[in-house]
């Protein structure tokens, strides 16, 4: 594979479905932790160099820098012929779940757990309207998992690659014990993580952590 460069932050699950997606086709990257805590890709140096768009993460091949994790999941898929679909049908739901997760699962999840575990002090009216959105998707992909055992169907594609994200960490991140309240959830997740290759974020994206303030429980 060409000279991969992934910049990233070890609490950022789309960090994460990248680096994930790479590992799983056996693919390396040099990693370039950036200090997204300390307001880096905020500044106008890092965004004219980096990413314009001001996120993470960011990965760089052979010095071009592509951004967005969703269309970088399918360009890797077809590039390694893995975790795509065989037909119109199953490339149709990939597209789905997708689009779904990024403005639903994802798109929850990843701020209700920033604010969560990571934030001093939290708005709890702010936070019960996220754990109420969240109660309903979580459900919507339950009841999907009950009868299928990945995200299009009996094998796992780049759907899953980036809906499993930021449910993979730690319970006392995001407040969620999916083995009691999901167990479905809780049973694609562990398919997930006995795929060949397969390590969760903070074994794969090295660097300084942010400080979890949710650790004791208390923000449950």
Avoid at 56 to 78: C, M, R, S, W, Y
Avoid at 98 to 106: A, C, E, I, V
Avoid at 122 to 130: E, K, L, T
Wanted: aromatic share 14%.
């Amino acid at each position: 594979m060409p000279a991969c460069r992934l910049h990233y932050f070890p609490e950022s699950g789309n960090s994460f479905k990248l680096a994930l997606m790479l590992a799983l086709c056996g693919q390396s990257f040099e990693p370039v932790w950036t200090d997204f805590n300390g307001g880096v890709t905020r500044s106008k140096e890092w965004r004219a160099a980096v990413n314009p768009m001001g996120e993470i993460p960011v990965l760089e091949i052979d010095g071009e820098k592509l951004t967005q994790t969703a269309p970088i999941l399918l360009q890797l898929a077809q590039q390694f012929g893995k975790f795509g679909g065989d037909n119109d049908a199953e490339r149709f739901e990939i597209l789905r779940w997708l689009f779904w997760d990024n403005h639903k699962l994802t798109g929850y999840m990843a701020t209700y757990r920033f604010q969560r575990a990571f934030m001093s002090s939290v708005d709890p009216h702010v936070q019960a309207y996220f754990r109420k959105r969240l109660g309903d998707f979580l459900g919507i992909l339950e009841t999907h998992l009950q009868s299928n055992a990945f995200a299009i169907g009996a094998k796992p594609s780049v759907a899953d690659i980036s809906m499993i994200a930021y449910l993979h960490f730690p319970s006392d991140e995001h407040g969620f014990d999916f083995a009691v309240t999901h167990p479905a959830i809780r049973a694609w997740l562990d398919r997930m993580a006995a795929l060949p290759g397969y390590k969760p974020a903070y074994e794969l994206l090295p660097g300084q952590r942010m400080t979890n303030y949710a650790k004791d429980g208390s923000r449950d």
